[in-house]
């Protein structure tokens, strides 16, 4: 099973460019998320899709854009990318049937010069 | 507000002995879910552990168990004969049931060095 996957693995932008990050799960997870890791912050939910047609806001969704595609599928974008945005990207799914533990993607390595 | 607290920045521990990884939460909803989770060096996220607000027994997973003290709003991760593969971070999280819907907050972690 491939679980979570997450492109690209690794991402180098210029200030003001805009890029996708891709997410798709196999496990027909209703809810899907995206979150950054920045050192000493632990992970912070920028977005999230309970399910397929939903979205919400977390905890800093300031510069992004998320669009739930369909039921396997969750991707976030960024505008216009601004220094503050270098960071590490997750995706993760989760299922009441494993009371919403996550299955994460393997990450996105993004830098922002 | 939700909150989790994770004190120690890092942690040394011998190799075969037992650590434990505090964890403290905040949370005004009865109804609670708590996570424990490993990224090693390389970078992946890794879930370990479950315990809910509700259970009455401490969770166990293997070497990994979950010292789940409500009063004291505690939620501590103990690693039974620590292994050099156990060395990585470690994040405690808290989904609040009623109030925090399906999000899933997370702590600033604990960095687990594991000595041969």
């Known amino acids: 099973n491939a679980g979570v996957t997450q492109t690209p693995k690794f991402q180098v932008l210029k200030t003001g460019q805009s890029m996708t990050l891709q997410c798709a799960q196999d496990m027909n997870h209703n809810s899907m998320y995206w979150y950054r890791q920045d050192p000493g912050m632990g992970l912070r939910l920028i977005?999230?899709?309970?399910?397929?047609?939903t979205t919400d806001k977390g905890e800093v969704p300031n510069g992004y854009?998320?669009?739930r595609?369909?039921?396997?599928?969750?991707?976030?974008?960024?505008?216009?990318?601004?220094?503050?945005?270098t960071s590490v990207y997750f995706c993760a799914s989760s299922e009441a049937r494993n009371n919403y533990g996550y299955t994460f993607g393997s990450g996105t390595r993004l830098t922002v010069v | 507000a939700q909150k989790i607290t994770q004190t120690q920045p890092g942690m040394f521990v011998q190799e075969k002995e037992a650590v434990t990884l505090d964890c403290t939460y905040d949370t005004s909803d009865p109804s609670y879910g708590l996570f424990w989770y490993k990224q090693p060096s390389s970078g992946e996220m890794i879930f370990l552990i479950y315990q809910g607000s509700y259970d009455q027994q401490n969770a166990t997973e293997g070497r990994y168990s979950l010292n789940f003290q409500k009063a004291r709003k505690s939620a501590n991760l103990v690693i039974s004969a620590s292994q050099l593969?156990?060395?990585?971070?470690?994040?405690?999280?808290?989904?609040?049931?009623?109030?925090?819907?399906?999000?899933?907050?997370?702590?600033?972690?604990?960095?687990?060095?594991?000595?041969?």
Do not use: W
Request: with cysteine.
């Open chain 1, 69 to 85: 595609l369909n039921k396997r599928e969750f991707s976030l974008r960024l505008e216009s990318a601004a220094p503050s945005q």
């Open chain 1, 47 to 53: 977005y999230y899709s309970a399910s397929e047609g």
């Open chain 2, 85 to 116: 593969g156990d060395s990585a971070m470690y994040f405690c999280a808290m989904r609040e049931v009623n109030t925090g819907g399906f999000k899933t907050i997370f702590g600033a972690g604990t960095r687990l060095f594991v000595k041969a």
């Open chain 1, 65 to 67: 854009n998320v669009s």
